[in-house]
């Protein structure tokens, strides 16, 4: 069965700080790694990764997949208190349930004053 | 204007009852989906649907059933509903089975509050 892990579990950090999450997966016929912010309602898009070593990034957002190790990393810089929120991480296989998502537990981030 | 809808959005009922979810999406996408949130906070898919066909049916009671009467709409009934239904579902759809991982889009969720 697929797996995701995510860590830190929680994490609390000052404004301003440059925060790193961490998500390591097994899955079989690995496509994708998507990750995904969550606030008050419905899990909100930030990236997908499907090359190794090749950095997206979004403003203040960037991340990398490494297939090798399995794993991909989240950083947010100077964190603001707007991002606060539970971030997720989950694949996506290629074939037979093309569609399904298998999601890690998550990481919640609080950014304090 | 919203791309996947659900309702209600919030539903508190007693163990026993009978209730449904409804869900919609207007992105023109083949595949939905639904999610089970608990409470702490881990998302687990339960069912998913593409072009009104059952395609991901994960280990889920029997009281739980999907319908979907068209490629917009993915309904879940619940029946004869316990304590540990109670979480947030929600309701998702992408472009295709094959095409999952791009625009995977989420509803705003229904929380359902079992007494």
């Known amino acids: 069965e697929d797996k995701v892990v995510q860590s830190p579990l929680s994490l609390v950090v000052h404004e301003g700080d440059t925060v790193t999450l961490n998500c390591s997966y097994e899955?079989?016929?690995?496509?994708?790694l998507l990750w995904y912010k969550q606030e008050k309602k419905a899990p909100t898009f930030l990236f997908m990764l499907?090359?190794?070593?090749i950095e997206k990034k979004s403003g203040r957002l960037s991340s990398i997949l490494d297939k090798k190790e399995l794993s991909s990393i989240l950083n947010i810089t100077a964190t603001q208190t707007g991002d606060s929120a539970i971030y997720l991480c989950?694949?996506?296989?290629?074939?037979?349930?093309?569609?399904?998502?298998?999601f890690g537990t998550g990481t919640r981030l609080q950014v304090t004053l | 204007d919203t791309a996947v809808s659900q309702t209600p959005k919030y539903l508190v009922t007693q163990m026993g009852n009978d209730k449904s979810i409804k869900c919609e999406q207007n992105?023109?996408?083949?595949?939905m989906y639904w999610y089970k949130q608990d409470s702490k906070k881990f998302l687990k898919i339960m069912f998913s649907?593409?072009?009104?066909?059952?395609?991901i049916n994960e280990t889920v009671p029997n009281r739980f059933s999907p319908k979907s009467p068209d490629k917009a709409h993915l309904n879940l009934h619940i029946n004869s509903l316990e304590l540990g239904d109670s979480a947030v579902y929600f309701c998702?759809?992408?472009?295709?089975?094959?095409?999952?991982?791009?625009?995977?889009?989420f509803g705003s969720g229904t929380r359902l509050t079992v007494v």
């Open positions: 998702a759809s992408s472009p295709d089975r094959d095409r999952a991982n791009y625009g995977y889009t």
């Open positions: 899955v079989t016929n690995f496509r994708s």
């Open positions: 499907t090359s190794s070593g």
């Open positions: 989950a694949v996506i296989p290629y074939t037979g349930t093309a569609s399904k998502l298998t």
């Open positions: 992105l023109g996408h083949d595949t």
């Open positions: 649907y593409n072009n009104k066909e059952l395609i």
